[in-house]
């Protein structure tokens, strides 16, 4: 008994077998077909053992279950009848997820009037794509910290068992309050800076040169810059100029770091760096520059634009630079790296730690490992003679700077 | 050098019989085969016998080549076409290059076998056992299914499987894939049958399915529903070109000419340039219909091309002439051809348009070149103001020009001899022709050195003209600006296709003016000078737009077998005239 039972639906008032014989694929009238399908809940058998020719196969019967499936639950859909266009948008969105495009499951109802104010097409489908991939993050975030409080969990019952049987009789010199002690210590290093360091500038004279997400960007790396270099063994004394408080800028900084904003160990200002310093000690830094740098220069002060160009606009630092008369100078790239791929401009936190290798060692290999790997294939042969002058350099620089390693022991000295 | 040789015979065999390329023992080395091929191939192209050493092959192929080069030149001085004729662009970046092995495109292995008849759902079970990948199953077969082009039925027996397993639902993205193989195959009832399912089923669709059915139900009895389709998509966003055209082309099918036209409004309303198909469906439904208010409707299409500097292709060129042809009483005759050097139509013997600008354009232009390209909103991008002053009052000084060299340009087109060297050659064989030269450079190019030689760059002064920018400032802002300062007789010498700058201009009908322009005062050097007498590219004294002189049409139109590129245009013309009514 080979009768196979292809579909039942679970609604069916009469279950007749109803076998359906197509001659010709093509030999039903739509119309004719659709009645028929829809009378009868189609409900076919086949026989496997005759080798079942195609035209033997059933091949519509699928198209009534969707059309009848529809008038049930058509019913519910009916009820809103005020479409707005968000909430046509809304179901455009949900539409294009059953296709599988790259589109947010959830969407927020600010998110959706930024989806509307998008100039065009490609703008709104970029959108989407950006909030999709937002979504799919924090969805993959969320898991991962579940799975890790779930071990944590674990560890703790297990820990529990264990402990309770050999118990404190250990010494120890230390409370275990190293975050806190770090913290202190980077504090206290950087109130030198901010009293002895070298300067370096942050040009923050860019905003209307970029849009919202180009911003962001920028002072995502604003951020981490700050990171860095507060961690390092000599920091500079950064200097944030051109800084209009209110602007755009202003705000997301001080959204980002709260509390600590009015707490930083940098100077903040709206002068521009002219002001501030004396203009022949100024070098701007910028990748469109005809000047190469060769050395780092202590007793300069090196300003970086903190500009996220993503829309191409060359020349900008450049042009502003020119304006104000300033030396202007770009990384040695082309002569240590082979160059690959990829825009000669550098993020602001590569940037910076270029700098302060640059400081400490005054090694531009060492310095240009920031360089990210992707963008060239390696280093370029440097002649005997510079390899020369560089080892030269290291040595007196290496006398009166501070080893990595050297970091907690000098700060505990203080 | 036998190595290479057996190594060489071997490598066109792994190219040609590569199924396990991807996949076979020797993946590891694919890389390296690679490449060796793409050197070996040329050497091999150009020399077929035993190599005697690679150093000498290498100057072989370089003469070779450097002959052919000089064959090829030969060659264009008689059949030359201008600089921005199309095609020329693809033609300039072939010579010299290598033959390359293209169209050897790897096969793309599929892991499952598409079947070739519809299949019961025990062969589909049995497939997807088979199958092994990241995707579903349906969802990948049936992608391949469409990527293939398969037979509905196929298509339709993997919708029944799978909504036989499901409760008989099918997913939203089968259906769209199952609808475009029924849009695609032309099953017209089909069509209207997923219509049907997707009306009830889904309150709205995005713009993919809609735009499948509106493209399916053209064709059928209700094509009306489109334009409900149509009036969907709208609630969203704009519909595309494709969107209005096919509705348009819909409305045509079905003898609808007001709904044709109120689209093709809507369609332009919305800034989207409409696709020639659509513009030739009007064309070809002309034919059977004899009304006037339809005619100026055509005739404001072809104005509409001519607005726009669209070219139609090379069938809606022949649907034009038998438009044209089909007027009863006006005796149209069409007839391929080309525009002689003159500005002359080989068929007819009209002179075209000319290329040059009317005034107000002429005026418009400059200006616009002045703010946007060298001011920019902000001087010290290109130069800095100083520099601008500077320049502004060394043009007003000095007579104005006939020619404008760009001097950078011009002395690096050359690979053989000093850049001053070339300069000076190209300046002192324009000077004997007692014209008025004004050379752009930047300064370095004065300051001695083995490039540039300064009893060189002294004589290059005696007899012309000279502006030297700084070294960071753009000089080709300068060029531009001179070139359109000295009035319309002056032209300019660079082999810059200035693209950038045009970009830089605010909108496309200032971007077409400035091509315009462009086309009639750019001097190209043709490659290959040295010491011999200077000779330019062959600059266009027409404009090629769709235009009307009287009682005749001029149409440039792009041939089907020849690329064009933006900055090119079209060479072949449809010219039609009006018979003059015989004395019979």
């Known amino acids: ?414 | 050098m036998t190595f290479y040789l057996s190594g060489f015979r071997n490598i066109p065999k792994l190219w040609k019989s590569n199924p396990y390329f991807e996949l076979g023992p020797a993946t590891s080395s694919a890389p390296f085969f690679l490449c060796a091929i793409g050197n070996q191939q040329r050497w091999f192209s150009v020399k077929p016998t035993t190599p005697p050493n690679s150093k000498a092959l290498n100057l072989l192929v370089t003469k070779a080549r450097t002959h052919r080069k000089g064959n090829d030149n030969n060659g264009q001085v008689s059949s030359d076409p201008h600089y921005f004729a199309a095609g020329a662009a693809k033609k300039r970046s072939h010579i010299g290059a290598n033959p390359q092995n293209q169209g050897h495109a790897l096969p793309v292995r599929s892991s499952v076998q598409l079947p070739t008849k519809p299949l019961n759902s025990a062969e589909w079970d049995k497939l997807k056992e088979d199958f092994k990948g990241k995707a579903s199953f349906e969802d990948f077969i049936i992608s391949q299914m469409a990527r293939n082009c398969c037979s509905v039925d196929v298509a339709k027996s993997l919708l029944a499987w799978v909504a036989a397993k499901n409760n008989g639902i099918v997913g939203y993205n089968l259906l769209v894939k199952y609808l475009y193989l029924c849009v695609f195959h032309k099953q017209t009832s089909e069509v209207i049958d997923v219509y049907e399912i997707m009306k009830a089923k889904y309150k709205s669709l995005e713009s993919g399915g809609y735009t499948l059915l509106i493209r399916g139900l053209i064709h059928s009895d209700r094509w009306r529903e489109s334009l409900l389709l149509l009036e969907d998509i709208k609630k969203v966003m704009v519909p595309s070109k494709k969107n209005y055209g096919d509705c348009i082309q819909g409305a045509l099918l079905h003898q609808d000419v007001n709904t044709a036209w109120s689209l093709y409004q809507e369609l332009v309303g919305h800034n989207l340039i409409p696709p020639l198909e659509t513009l030739k469906a009007f064309f070809d439904y002309g034919k059977d219909i004899n009304d006037d208010h339809y005619s100026d409707k055509l005739l404001d299409i072809l104005l509409y091309l001519r607005n726009n500097q669209l070219y139609p292709g090379e069938s809606f060129a022949h649907s034009i002439k038998t438009w044209f042809e089909s007027i009863p009483g006006r005796q149209w005759k069409g007839q391929f051809t080309t525009i002689q050097k003159s500005g002359q139509c080989s068929g007819c013997g009209r002179t075209i348009e000319s290329i040059h600008l009317s005034p107000e354009e002429y005026e418009f232009l400059k200006e616009k070149i002045m703010r946007d390209v060298i001011d920019g909103g902000d001087q010290y991008k290109k130069t800095t103001p100083q520099e601008l002053k500077r320049f502004e009052s060394f043009v007003n000084s000095c007579p104005p020009f006939d020619i404008v060299i760009d001097g950078l340009n011009v002395a690096k087109m050359f690979s053989k001899g000093r850049e001053s060297q070339n300069l000076l050659g190209v300046v002192s064989q324009l000077a004997q022709q007692n014209l008025q030269l004004l050379v752009l450079g930047r300064k370095h190019m004065l300051r001695p050195s083995s490039q540039w030689r300064k009893d060189e760059m002294e004589q290059v002064q005696k007899q012309a003209h000279c502006f030297f920018a700084d070294n960071i400032s753009q000089d080709d802002p300068f060029l531009l600006y001179a070139t359109l300062n000295s009035g319309n007789h002056c032209k300019f010498i660079t082999k810059d296709l200035l693209r950038d700058h045009k970009a830089c201009l605010p909108d496309a009908r200032t971007q077409r003016l400035f091509f315009k322009w462009q086309q009639g005062h750019q001097l190209a050097i043709m490659k290959g000078f040295q010491k011999s007498k200077l000779t330019f590219q062959h600059i266009l004294s027409y404009d090629t737009v769709v235009q009307r002189t009287g009682d005749s049409w001029h149409i440039p139109y792009d041939e089907d077998l020849v690329q064009r590129s933006s900055c090119e245009v079209p060479t072949k013309w449809l010219c039609l005239q009006r018979k003059t009514p015989g004395p019979c």
């Not at chain 1, 007749?16 to 197509?22: I, S, W």
């Not at chain 1, 030999?27 to 009378?39: A, D, H, I, P, T």
């Not at chain 1, 240590?336 to 090694?363: A, F, H, S, V």
């Open chain 1, 1 to 414: 008994m080979n009768v196979t039972v292809r579909f039942l639906r679970p609604f069916a008032r009469c279950l007749v077998p109803y076998t359906f014989h197509r001659k010709r694929s093509h030999f039903y009238s739509g119309v004719l077909q659709r009645y028929m399908s829809s009378k009868a809940p189609s409900l076919s058998c086949h026989n496997k053992d005759s080798a079942s020719p195609p035209e033997q196969l059933e091949l519509d019967g699928w198209k009534a279950t969707m059309k009848s499936s529809i008038q049930e639950d058509g019913v519910s859909e009916v009820s809103d009848k005020d479409e707005d266009s968000l909430a046509t948008t809304r179901e455009l969105i949900e539409m294009w997820r059953l296709l599988g495009k790259e589109v947010p499951e959830h969407i927020t109802e600010d998110e959706l009037k930024t989806l509307m104010e998008c100039a065009s097409k490609s703008a709104k489908k970029k959108y989407l794509r950006y909030l999709y991939g937002k979504e799919k993050a924090k969805k993959a975030k969320q898991a991962k910290k579940e799975m890790k409080a779930e071990a944590r969990e674990e560890a703790k019952r297990a820990r529990l068992l264990e402990t309770t049987a050999e118990e404190q009789q250990q010494d120890f010199m230390f409370l275990r309050l190293w975050d806190r002690q770090i913290n202190i210590a980077l504090g206290w290093k950087g109130v030198q800076a901010m009293q002895f360091g070298q300067p370096l500038v942050f040009d923050m004279a860019y905003d209307n040169y970029m849009k919202p997400s180009e911003l962001q960007n920028t002072v995502s790396q604003l951020l981490e810059s700050e990171g860095w270099n507060r961690r390092n063994v000599d920091p500079f004394h950064i200097y944030f100029c051109n800084l209009k408080i209110d602007s755009a800028y202003h705000r997301e900084l001080v959204k980002r770091y709260r509390e600590k904003w009015d707490k930083l160990l940098l100077t903040a200002t709206e002068k521009s760096p002219v002001d501030l310093f004396p203009k022949d000690s100024i070098i701007y830094l910028t990748a469109d520059s005809p000047n190469v740098m060769t050395t780092f220069k202590h007793d300069k002060i090196y300003i970086i634009g903190s500009f996220v160009d993503k829309n191409t606009q060359t020349g900008t630092s450049l042009a502003k630079a020119k304006r104000l008369n300033l030396a202007t100078e770009c990384l040695p790239l082309d002569k240590y790296l082979q160059w690959e791929i990829g825009n000669k401009n550098l993020t602001l936190d590569q940037m910076i730690r270029i700098l302060l290798c640059l400081k400490n060692t005054g090694n531009w290999e060492e310095a240009l490992k920031f360089v990210p790997r992707r963008k060239h294939t390696g280093y370029l042969e440097v002649s005997e003679q510079s390899q020369e002058l560089v080892r030269k350099l290291k040595k007196t620089k290496t006398l009166n700077s501070f080893r990595k390693g050297s970091l907690n022991a000098r700060t505990w000295k203080r």
